[in-house]
């Protein structure tokens, strides 16, 4: 990646990456009014589905035909859509989109950690170690005092919702087994095999609450499924091509911070002073492990995935 400072247009283009990723939290909060968590996910999926196979189509990116790769997508599936769609949904019951976005952030070092552990592939230097301590202490900073209770309804819905975070990362460390698969198709897959897995569960779970929406509400889902579905994934592969994965990640450190002040300003949430603090430990962890990332190149496989890591 080259390290010339990015243009005004790139500059741009990172903003609207961010507050893609934003909207897609700010927007299920709203959703998650009207919608049971589980149809919520599925109808993200499956709105998301045509857009992705006309890009598929028109840019000639059809599916691998290897049993492995098809594997290694629906396992990608399962990490980067599946259970964050559910877990932020069923999160977003009970804690503010705000707190949602703080614990989203979480990504890089969770990713990070599991790659070490897992597949050893790139050292664990004092810098990266010292960024994941300080994430987590941020992580305890946000939940902590919904823990000193006990286990109640904020702690629960504060522990669903950083299992999608965990999810997602576990799934690019097993995508960087499978480097080769173009992205676009990646994504494609993906949704298509969520769509499969989350309308069906939905359906008999759930039943079928879509047929009893109003039309706000259906025009809410659309606005989800363009704004906060396909354009963070279109805008994040975007940025990716352009100024590289490492830069890219900037895109989320600034999401959280633009969830927090959309909550604040559109929902009425006021997070509390451990939430904040949080937010700034959770950011500077990561800054310091995108810092010891840009030393290493071969961790920048996060290029390969055009579905983005926010809540996504």
């Known amino acids: 990646m080259s390290s010339r400072a990015i243009t005004w247009q790139q500059a741009l283009l990172l903003v609207a990456t961010s507050v893609s990723f934003a909207s897609s939290v700010v927007l299920n909060k709203l959703l998650i009014v009207v919608l049971p968590p589980i149809t919520l996910a599925g109808a993200r999926a499956l709105l998301a589905v045509p857009f992705c196979l006309l890009a598929m189509r028109l840019m000639a990116r059809p599916l691998p035909k290897a049993s492995a790769d098809r594997v290694a997508i629906a396992l990608a599936s399962l990490g980067i859509i599946v259970v964050p769609y559910v877990a932020v949904a069923i999160g977003q019951q009970t804690i503010a989109s705000g707190v949602s976005g703080i614990l989203y952030s979480v990504t890089p070092l969770v990713t990070l950690l599991l790659g070490w552990l897992f ?3 790139e050292p664990l230097r004092w810098d990266r170690l ?8 941020g992580v305890v900073a946000v939940i902590g005092p919904s823990m000193l209770g006990g286990l109640g309804e904020h702690a629960v819905a504060e522990l669903i919702t950083l299992c999608g975070p965990t999810a997602y ?8 087994r499978a480097r080769h698969i173009d992205p676009v198709a990646l994504t494609g897959g993906a949704f298509v095999f969520a769509a499969i897995i989350l309308v069906p569960l939905a359906w008999w779970v759930e039943g079928a609450p879509l047929g009893q929406l109003d039309l706000p509400s259906v025009a809410l889902l659309t606005a989800m499924a363009v704004f906060g579905t396909i354009a963070p994934a279109v805008l994040n592969y975007m940025l990716v091509q352009q100024v590289g994965a490492t830069r890219a990640a900037i895109a989320m450190f600034l999401m959280p911070v633009i969830v927090v002040l959309a909550g604040w300003l559109f929902l009425d949430e006021r997070l509390g002073l451990n939430a904040l603090a949080g937010l700034a430990l959770i950011l500077a962890g990561s800054v310091l492990v995108t810092v010891g990332v840009r030393a290493t190149p071969r961790v920048e496989s996060g290029s390969r995935v055009a579905v983005s890591g926010g809540e996504r």
Do not use: E, T
């Open 130 to 137: 010292l960024g994941i301590l300080i994430g987590m202490a």
């Open 119 to 121: 597949l050893r592939d």
């Open 169 to 176: 990362a576990a799934a690019m460390v097993v995508m960087r």
